[in-house]
């Protein structure tokens, strides 16, 4: 079994629309991290949390909002989707903040 | 600016040519350098990283960092069909910055048999 799977791995949705995407890990890591990845942008950090009490706001977190509901699961949520949240996004763990496992994404499309 | 710039490409090689990535980047903090790699449809796995300045070898793979001229390069040795990718490299300040890592916008190798 992967050690970062990401649901669901594929999902339309209309604007204005209210969205979860979840992530679980088996690898025991305190770090977990949403990315969100869109051609010739690379990837950009939109939330990281350290520990179930702890989150933080990444380079992008504008329209975004995020649950640790254990160490293992995170969830990304967009309150109201609009066609410019179009991207991958990616789930990642860490357990020493330097090397990032990363699940293998969710590709979101709005219309 | 962006703090890490690398060339998307595409690049295109023949089976068994020498490959060469690089990302240049503006944040001297910067003390931890890594090498991604993504298949289409799957998400990066970590291929390689450095601490600091220098070289590190792995097989065919070799990274390396010159924090002098802010610059990081991936060679890839003897490249095969099975290398084709996009290659992300990724920067941090170290645990101190809380593991934030820049990415860069990737570039897309293709080695053609």
């Known amino acids: 079994d992967a050690d970062v799977t990401q649901t669901p791995r594929n999902r339309i949705t209309k604007t204005g629309k209210r969205i979860m995407l979840e992530c679980s890990q088996t690898?025991?890591?305190?770090?977990m991290y949403w990315y969100r990845q869109d051609p010739g942008l690379g990837l950009r950090l939109i939330y990281y949390?350290?520990?179930?009490?702890?989150?933080n706001k990444g380079e992008i977190s504008d329209g975004y909002s995020v649950s640790r509901q254990a160490q293992a699961k995170f969830s990304l949520s967009l309150e109201s989707a609009i066609p410019n949240q179009t991207a991958l996004y990616f789930c990642?763990?860490?357990?020493?903040?330097?090397?990032?496992?990363f699940g293998p994404g969710t590709r979101l499309t709005v219309t | 600016q962006k703090e890490v710039e690398q060339d998307p490409g595409p690049l295109s090689v023949p089976e068994g040519a020498i490959v060469s990535l690089n990302c240049t980047y503006s944040n001297s903090a910067f003390q931890y350098f890594m090498w991604y790699r993504q298949y289409s449809r799957k998400g990066p796995e970590l291929l390689m990283y450095t601490y600091s300045s220098g070289n590190k070898e792995d097989g065919r793979f070799t990274a390396q960092v010159d924090k002098s001229s802010k610059y990081i390069s991936l060679f890839i040795r003897d490249s095969q069909p099975s290398d084709s990718a996009t290659y992300l490299c990724?920067?941090?300040?170290?645990?101190?910055?809380?593991?934030?890592?820049?990415f860069g916008q990737g570039t897309t190798l293709q080695v053609k048999p």
């Open positions: 990642a763990t860490s357990g020493d903040s330097i090397k990032q496992y």
């Open positions: 949390s350290f520990d179930v009490k702890d989150i």
């Open positions: 690898k025991g890591h305190d770090r």
């Open positions: 990724a920067m941090s300040a170290g645990s101190s910055n809380t593991g934030k890592l820049i």
